[in-house]
Structure formats: structure tokens, C-alpha cells
């Protein structure tokens, strides 16, 4: 009998170890979690790192506001790496009927920027003085959108960049006509001329009230597409809008006159 204690001793004390060592090795896979979170909170910064440089590609501009007969527009453009992704109106015509035709223009005009990455859009029938307005404030927005781009391109690449892109922004200029007065009231044009053509035409003053509105609205954007076709003032008049396409013409005439021909 007491031979066999010194056996159970041993017996015990393998088994203490045996245990021991089955403890440190299932102790041991714990830490591979822990490893793993460890590497996961080392994702955060790559990722606000990636979001830094989008937001270091992509910017907000504002045009300036432009008054109308109805109220003011004011359009912001969001840019990113040199393409409109978004346009809004801060500011519309309301109160009325002004209501129902900004809600009905606006989002055609918001979408129609970004379809054509640019101001050379037409205007909403029925929405013919809330269109320009849009247009006006929107080519300013592209504007300071050109300049903010310019001058941090012309700082990366002094070389041929900003040359090129000055230049460019030299020639293009904005020149708006004479008021033709018309038996049905004042016609204004404004053109854009770049490299000696006429790239975009449209309409500051144009009849209004009563069926002028709906003549108008269906005479601008054809008399402002012709300008452009033509590169001239030589366009035909618009069935049914005679007198407005007559002051038309002869305030294009006088803003080609003040852009040098």
C-alpha cells in the first residue's frame, strides 16, 4: 500500500502537465483573433485616407445669382476631376404659378448639365425667362469652376498646362447685344465667342405676357441653335414668331458687331 502513493504522485503530477500543456495550446489560437482585430483597426485610415483624396478631387461652386422677370436663380455645380456629377438650384422663381414652372423646369435643367457637361443646354418650354436665368448663373458657376481648376493645374504643370489652358481662356469671351425693341417688346441676345465662333446664344430680354410667352418659348431655343449653326446672324425667322426673330437678329448683329465680327 504504501508503495503505490509515490505512484499515484507520479500520476498526478503527468496529468497536472499533460493538462498544463493542452491549456497553453488552446491559449494559443486566442490570439490569432486578437491579431486580426489588431489589423482591422489598421483599416480605418486606409480607408479616411481614401475618402480625403476624393474629396481633395471633387468641389462645390456656386454661380452668381440671376435676376429675372419672375425672381432670381442661382445654380451650384458639384465638380469631380473635371466632370459636373451634380447641379442644383439654390435659388427659383416661386410664389403662383412660378411654383408649379420651377418645379417642372428645375430637374430638367439640373439633369440636362450634366448630360452635357456644360451650359449649352436649351431651355424648358414654358419656362423661358426661369431657363435663361438658370443658364446665366450656371456658365458662371463654370467659370469659377475653370478658374479654381486652372490655377491648381497651372501649379502642377507650369509648363504646357496653364499655357494651353490661359490661352484658352483668353479667347472665349461673353458679349451680350443691343435691345432690339419689337412691336412686342424688347429682344436681347447675349453670345459666347470662342476662336472666332459663336458657341453659345441666348436670350436676356424676350416678349412676354399673354401669347408671347408661349411664342417665345417655342421661338428662343430654335433662333438660339441657329445662331450657333450659323456662326452668324444670318438665320431665318421662326414661323409664326416674325417680330421676335427680327429683334433676335438684329441684337445678335450687334453683339457679333461688339465681338469683332
Known sequence: MRKSHPIRRVVLA??????????????KPAS????????????PPAASAQGGAQAAGAGTVTGEAAQTQYGAVQVRLTVSNGKITRAEAV??????????????????????????????????????????GYKESLQSAIDKAKAAGGSSQGSGSQDS???????????????TGSVAQTQYGAVQVRITVSGGKITRAETVQAPKGGQSDQITANAVPKLNQAAVTAGSADIDAVSGATYTSAGYKESLQSALDQAGG
Open 161 to 175: 498646362g496653364s499655357g494651353s489652358q490661359g490661352s484658352g481662356a483668353a479667347q472665349a469671351r461673353t458679349v
Open 91 to 132: 435659388q427659383a422663381p416661386k410664389g403662383g404659378q412660378s411654383d408649379q414652372i420651377t418645379a417642372n423646369a428645375v430637374p430638367k435643367l439640373n439633369q440636362a448639365v450634366v448630360a452635357a457637361q456644360g451650359a449649352d443646354i436649351d431651355a424648358v418650354s414654358g419656362a423661358t425667362y426661369t431657363s435663361a
Open 14 to 27: 503527468g496529468a497536472a502537465t499533460v493538462s498544463g500543456i493542452v491549456l497553453l495550446l488552446s491559449l
Open 32 to 43: 490569432d483573433p486578437g491579431s486580426a482585430q489588431a489589423a482591422g483597426v489598421g483599416a
